[in-house]
């Protein structure tokens, strides 16, 4: 699939439909739809679907979180359609967050990932991430969450 052909907007409360189905088709512990509802009302401009040919094949959801170390990106969740997935998507997606981050001044960025995704894990790495630590029983199976993490150049 050509980059071309893919649009990246932000997320709009009629896309909810479609995200919940790609939610519950890509993990097992999906969120709800209020979960949904409740992150596009608190960070619609972090929030982001991905488009081909009108129909959505993925999304990405962000937030910020405050430290005192400085403000930090959180990417929340992301997945891509089964039949689209390993076509670049989710790194438009990512990129996306990214640039919103920055324009925000985040000074990283930050995500968990089950320890058992490895394939999320080199699709993290692949685009700067580093594992920082690891949360023991983080998912509600106890699961542990690698966490990885990426600066953002300050300019």
Known sequence: MAEGSVKVRRARIGDIPSIVAIERESFVEPWDTDTFHMTLDWYPM???????DEAIVGFLSGAFEDTPEG???HICNIA????NRRKGIG????????R??????AVSIILEVRFSNTGAQRFYSDLG???????QSYYSNGEDAIVMMKGLPVF
Do not use: D, N
């Open 46 to 52: 972090l929030f982001y679907v991905a488009v081909v």
């Open 91 to 98: 790194q438009l997606l990512v990129r996306s967050v990214e």
């Open 100 to 105: 919103q981050f920055r324009r925000e001044t």
């Open 129 to 135: 991430y580093q594992q920082v630590f690891v949360i």
């Open 80 to 83: 891509v359609t089964s039949g």
């Open 71 to 73: 403000r930090y990106g």
